[in-house]
C-alpha cells in the first residue's frame, strides 16, 4: 500500500514509475522512508500524521526559500500522509563522527563538520524565524508553560516513575514550576528547532544538511545549543563542548549583540531541561515502545545528568535531591561503574622487582624516586614509613620530594583525563624506591589521594612491601 502510494506520487513527478523503491532504516520516529530509484532517485515518506507532515513541508518550502540546506520536497499527497523529497545521500552527521564518538578523542576532520553545522542555527533561529507563519507549527505553535510542564511531566511519568525512586510529587511539581519560571525570563521571537543533534544533521557533499524539524516552534536560542552541544550519545569532551558553543556565539554574534555571561548562565538551565526531556522520551520510547537503541542510550543521559549535578542548581534543592537519588540508583550506578577508570598505585622496592599488571593492559607510569633524598640513611626512621610524621616531615622539610610529585602529577593529570575522556577502565601508576619503606610510599599515597580529589575516580592503593591495601571508591 505504501510503496504503491509512494510510486503513484514518483510517476506523477517524473512522468516514469520508479525501477526500485528500497524501505531505509527507521529513526525514532513513526514516519517510514524509502528511497526511489529510476529517471531521478528521491525519497519517498509515509508519516501517520497529515498535521505533523504539513508541518514539514511548510517548513521546508519556507527555509529553502532563505536558502538554508534543508531538503527541498518536491510533491505530496492530497492528504498530506505521502510526500517526495531530495535524496540527501546516507551519512548522517552522528555517523560521520563515530571515530570520535568511540574515542572521544574528534580528528580535526570530525571537528570541522561539528563547527561548521554548529555556526548554522543562528541562520534558523532569526532568517528561518522571519515571515515563518508559526500558527503553522506542530504540535504547538511556542515554546511556553505548557510546553516546559508537558515535557517536564513525560520525564516524571515515563522515565522517574518507570525506576520506583520515592519521591514527594507535589514537592517536585513545585521545582519543575520554578524551572519553567527561569526557561521563561527571556521571551524571543526566534526558531527553536527543537530536536537539533547529530543524528537530525546529514552531510551531503561536505556540507551539513537540517532535517526533522517539524517539531520546531517559537522559542528562545538556547534549547538549540543545549540539544546539540549536550546530546547525550555524542560524548563530546568538555574542550570540545566549549569549543562548539564559542563557535555559536560567534554566529549569533552577526545577528544580535551577545551578554557571553548571561547566555552561559541561562544555558545551564536549559542543558538540565533538555537532559530531563530526552530521559523522558528514552522511557517512552525504550521502556514503554520496547525499542532497545533508546534503553541502550540511557546510561549516556544519565551520565549527562550525573556531571551536571556536579554544578549547583540552588533554585531547584529538591529537584536535584531526586535526580542525584536517581543517577545513585543501583541500576544506573553498576552500569556506569563498570565503565569508569580505576587506577591502581602501588609503591615497591626495585630490588623485589617492578609490579604486574594484572589488568592485562601492559602496566603504566613506573616513577624512580632514588633520586630524591632517602631518609633511610638515617638510623632513627628506619621503623616508620612513608605514611608516618617523621618521615613526611623529613621528606616535606627538604623539599625534593614536592617538586618530584609536582612533575608527576603533570603527567598523570594528562593521562587519567585523556583515558576518561576515552572510556579506558585501567590505568597503573608505580612509584619505587630502595626498600618500598618510604619516598614511594610517601609519593604513592600523595598520588591517590591527589587524584581521588581532583577527579572522584576509583583509587586501588598498594603499598606492597609494607602489605598494605586501600580503596578510595568513585565519586558517583
Request: proline residues 4%; charged residues 25%.
Amino acid at each position: 500500500m505504501i510503496t504503491k502510494k509512494l510510486n503513484e506520487l514518483y510517476l506523477s513527478f517524473t512522468g516514469k514509475e520508479a525501477d526500485h523503491i528500497e524501505e531505509l532504516p527507521s529513526s525514532g520516529s513513526n514516519r517510514r522512508y524509502f528511497r526511489l530509484s529510476g529517471q531521478q532517485t528521491l525519497i519517498g515518506v509515509s508519516g501517520t500524521s497529515a498535521e505533523e507532515n504539513s508541518t514539514f513541508i511548510y517548513m521546508a518550502n519556507h527555509f529553502g526559500s532563505k536558502g538554508l540546506p534543508v531538503p527541498k520536497v518536491h510533491c505530496w499527497s492530497e492528504d498530506k500522509y505521502f510526500y517526495l523529497q531530495e535524496d540527501l545521500g546516507n551519512t548522517l552527521l552522528f555517523d560521520a563522527i563515530e571515530k570520535g564518538r568511540k574515542s572521544c578523542v574528534f580528528d580535526e576532520e570530525e571537528r570541522s563538520m561539528l563547527k561548521k553545522t554548529i555556526k548554522l542555527p543562528p541562520s534558523f533561529q532569526f532568517s528561518g524565524a522571519d515571515g515563518l507563519d508559526f500558527t503553522n507549527c506542530y504540535p504547538q505553535p511556542e515554546f511556553n508553560q505548557r510546553a516546559i510542564l508537558w515535557d517536564l511531566n513525560y520525564f516524571k511519568y515515563c522515565f522517574l516513575k518507570a525506576t520506583g525512586l520515592d519521591f514527594q510529587e507535589s514537592q517536585l511539581e513545585d521545582d519543575f514550576q520554578k524551572l519553567s519560571d527561569v526557561l521563561l525570563r527571556n521571551s524571543s521571537a526566534t526558531f527553536l528547532y527543537r530536536d537539533f543533534q547529530s543524528r537530525n544533521v546529514m552531510i551531503k557533499d561536505g556540507e551539513p544538511y537540517f532535517i526533522d524539524f517539524q517539531g520546531g516552534r517559537k522559542g528562545p536560542v538556547y534549547y538549540d545549543v543545549a540539544s546539540f552541544i549536550w546530546q547525550a550519545k555524542a560524548k563530546f569532551p568538555e574542550d570540545l563542548r566549549q569549543e562548539l558553543l564559542s563557535d555559536y556565539l560567534e554566529a549569533l554574534r552577526t545577528f544580535i549583540p551577545v551578554d557571553e555571561a548571561y547566555f552561559r548562565s541561562q544555558l545551564k538551565h536549559f542543558i538540565l531541561f533538555r537532559t530531563l526531556q530526552v530521559l523522558g522520551a528514552y522511557g517512552f520510547r525504550g521502556y514503554f515502545e520496547k525499542k532497545p537503541h533508546f534503553i541502550q542510550s540511557v546510561p549516556f543521559a544519565i551520565n549527562n545528568l550525573r556531571q551536571l549535578l556536579h554544578d549547583d542548581y540552588p533554585e531547584y534543592p529538591y529537584l536535584c535531591t531526586v535526580l542525584r537519588n536517581l543517577t545513585g540508583l543501583k541500576q544506573f550506578s553498576d552500569d556506569i561503574q563498570k565503565r569508569m577508570l580505576e587506577v591502581k598505585i602501588v609503591s615497591f622496592a626495585y630490588k623485589k622487582g617492578i609490579p604486574n599488571d594484572p589488568s592485562g593492559n601492559g602496566g603504566g607510569f613506573v616513577f624512580d624516586c632514588r633520586a630524591v633524598n632517602n631518609p633511610g640513611k638515617y638510623e632513627r626512621y628506619n621503623h616508620f614509613t612513608g605514611l608516618d610524621e617523621p618521615v613526611i616531615s623529613f621528606l616535606e622539610e627538604d623539599g625534593e620530594i614536592s617538586h618530584f610529585l609536582t612533575q608527576a602529577y603533570t603527567m598523570v593529570d594528562a593521562s587519567v583525563k585523556r583515558y576518561m575522556d576515552r572510556g579506558f577502565t585501567n590505568l597503573m601508576v608505580c612509584f619505587g624506591c630502595t626498600g618500598g619503606q618510604h619516598r614511594s610510599v610517601y609519593s604513592a599515597q600523595h598520588m591517590a589521594e591527589h587524584l581521588h580529589d581532583k577527579f572522584g575516580i576509583k583509587i586501588h592503593l598498594i603499598h606492597r612491601e609494607q602489605n598494605i591495601e586501600q580503596i578510595f571508591d568513585a565519586k558517583l
